[in-house]
């Protein structure tokens, strides 16, 4: 069983950073392709970033390329996401999810487990 939770989120200015981390419970996170999924106050839910089980490879929405990061640390059942030089626009709910999959996707109807979800605010 997978248990997501998301930690991290908070206020911050326009141009500055946050790290976001989701902590799974359960004792079979390394089997899991992860990713983090935004949802914007009156908007659709979006794709953000996504890493394979062992964290080789990652994937990325072209809005957020070069200033995100997603890792992980499969000793510590934990995805990360680094978020830089964030903008008003990213302001949203951030979940993070898992895939029991070699390969993560960018359609969010393909994760099996869902996290709370943790706010993130950035003031302009």
């Known amino acids: 069983q997978v248990q997501l939770v998301e930690s991290g989120g908070g206020l911050v200015q326009n141009g500055g950073s946050l790290r976001l981390s989701c902590a799974d419970s359960?004792?079979?996170?390394?089997?899991?392709?992860m990713a983090w999924f935004r949802q914007a106050r009156g908007k659709e839910r979006e794709f953000v970033a996504a890493?394979?089980?062992?964290?080789?490879?990652?994937y990325y929405a072209d809005s957020v390329k070069g200033r995100f990061t997603i890792s992980r640390d499969n000793a510590k059942n934990t995805v990360y996401l680094q978020m830089n030089s964030l903008k008003p626009e990213d302001a949203a709910i951030y979940y993070c999810?898992?895939?029991?999959?070699?390969?993560?996707?960018?359609?969010?109807?393909?994760?099996?487990?869902w996290g709370q979800g943790t706010q993130v605010t950035v003031s302009s």
């Open positions: 999810a898992a895939r029991r999959s070699l390969l993560y996707s960018g359609n969010g109807r393909e994760y099996d487990y």
């Open positions: 359960g004792r079979t996170f390394s089997n899991y392709a």
């Open positions: 890493i394979s089980r062992a964290g080789i490879t990652t």
